[in-house]
Structure formats: structure tokens, C-alpha cells
């Protein structure tokens, strides 16, 4: 993931698009926690599509169907996508 940041700044030239990927990171590390913990005991209302990489560390240390059953009042149906690793 680290790689992946240091070649989005390394590529762009647009302080704005910086300036948004940094707020995005300090907003997953402070107020999102906050709003996820709101959030805990609540089911997802609406259609839900999940999509997570199939040999990804995600894929690797979680059950992502069950997760995001558990979080819906409609089933996730899709599992894994495939992708290159």
C-alpha cells in the first residue's frame, strides 16, 4: 500500500488530488473510527456489492462474505475477485 501512495504522489501533479489523498488518510485514522463505532450496531439497508482481491491480505485474515452478511439485511452473494497477485 505504501508503494502504491508513494507512486500516486510521484505521478500527479496536482496539488489538489495530494492534498485530498492526505485528508482521505488522516480521516481513516481519526473521525472515520468515530463514525464506524456510531455505526457498530447497524445493518446496511440497501443493495450491497463487497469487492475484495482473492489473494489480497484481506482474502487472507478475514471471512469477507460473513462479515458483510453480518452488516447487511441483504446477503452478499459474490465472493472474492480474482486478481493478479
Not at 1 to 8: D, G, P, R
Not at 32 to 47: S, T, V, W
Amino acid at each position: 500500500m505504501m508503494v502504491l501512495s508513494m507512486i500516486t504522489y510521484a505521478v500527479s501533479d496536482s496539488v489538489g488530488m495530494i492534498h485530498a489523498s492526505c485528508e482521505d488518510y488522516r480521516a481513516a485514522a481519526s473521525i472515520d473510527l468515530k463514525h464506524d463505532e456510531a455505526d457498530l450496531n447497524k445493518q446496511i439497508q440497501c443493495p450491497l456489492l463487497v469487492l475484495w482481491g482473492e489473494h489480497g491480505m484481506m482474502d487472507k485474515h478475514f471471512d469477507m462474505l460473513s462479515i458483510w452478511q453480518n452488516r447487511s439485511i441483504m446477503s452478499a452473494v459474490k465472493p472474492s475477485i480474482a486478481c493478479i497477485s
